[in-house]
């Protein structure tokens, strides 16, 4: 049974940093691109980040360039989000999902090509 299990939220003021973690289990982890996606009460769920199967690549959304760092450990099966630099606006449930490795790692905003999903992670920005 495959699981993405993320943690690491929480309740931040604005300004402050939160790392979220997305542990992989069930899957053959290195073989799958892994991207962080999130949804804002009342708002759609939205693209935030993403890294390729090896590590070697990784695209964000512009709202999260140069505030968030995607990262990956293959050998732990983990996947981390580091938030810096955090605003009201990034206040959302924060899920990490997979997509095997032959389905092409741009378009990583097209929802349906993930496999999985985790249950999200709440994190609450306050000002």
């Known amino acids: 049974q495959v699981q993405l299990v993320e943690s690491g939220g929480g309740l931040v003021q604005a300004g402050g940093s939160l790392r979220l973690s997305c542990a992989a289990s069930g899957l053959t982890f290195g073989n799958y691109h892994i991207s962080w996606f999130r949804q804002a009460p009342g708002k759609e769920r939205e693209f935030v980040a993403v890294i390729n199967w090896s590590g070697s690549s990784t695209a964000y959304a512009e709202s999260a360039k140069g505030r968030f760092t995607i990262s990956r450990d293959n050998a732990k099966n983990t996947v981390s989000l580091q938030m810096d630099s955090l605003k009201p606006d990034d206040t959302a449930v924060y899920y990490c999902?997979?997509?095997?490795?032959?389905?092409?790692?741009?378009?990583?905003?097209?929802?349906?090509?993930?496999?999985?999903w985790g249950q999200g992670t709440q994190v609450t920005v306050s000002s």
């Open positions: 999902a997979a997509k095997h490795f032959t389905e092409t790692f741009h378009a990583a905003g097209r929802q349906s090509a993930y496999y999985y």
